[in-house]
Nanobody, 127 residues
């Protein structure tokens, strides 16, 4: 069974940090670009960041550039999202997703391109 599982969410004060993990089971992440998305209550899903298969190309939403860093460890079959300088507007459920594409193809922040999705992890930024 193909599955993505997010972890690392929680409650953090503004200015704090969290690291989210996206672990795959039942398949190898090597063959997929991975994206992180988020959805806040009453808002549409937003692409946050993505990383291509080799890990050499990344994309970030303007709202998180300079604060979030995506990385992957294919040996551990896991992708990470390091989130620093968190703001209340970062509060959302965060999802990771996998998109099968070419080895050197860039990743995209459109959720329509992604085939597999995790269940999400809640991130709350509040004092």
């Amino acid at each position: 069974q193909l599955q993505l599982v997010e972890s690392g969410g929680g409650l953090v004060q503004p200015g704090g940090s969290l690291r989210l993990s996206c672990a795959a089971s039942g398949f190898t992440l090597d063959y997929y670009a991975i994206g992180w998305f988020r959805q806040a209550p009453g808002k549409e899903r937003e692409g946050v960041s993505c990383i291509n298969r080799r890990g050499g190309r990344t994309n970030y939403a303007d709202s998180v550039k300079g604060r979030f860093t995506i990385s992957r460890d294919n040996a551990k079959n896991t992708v990470y999202l390091q989130m620093n300088s968190l703001k209340p507007e970062d509060t959302a459920v965060y999802y990771c997703a996998a998109d099968a594409r070419g080895l050197f193809s860039p990743c995209v922040l459109s959720g329509r391109d992604y085939e597999y999705w995790g269940q999400g992890t809640q991130v709350t930024v509040s004092s």
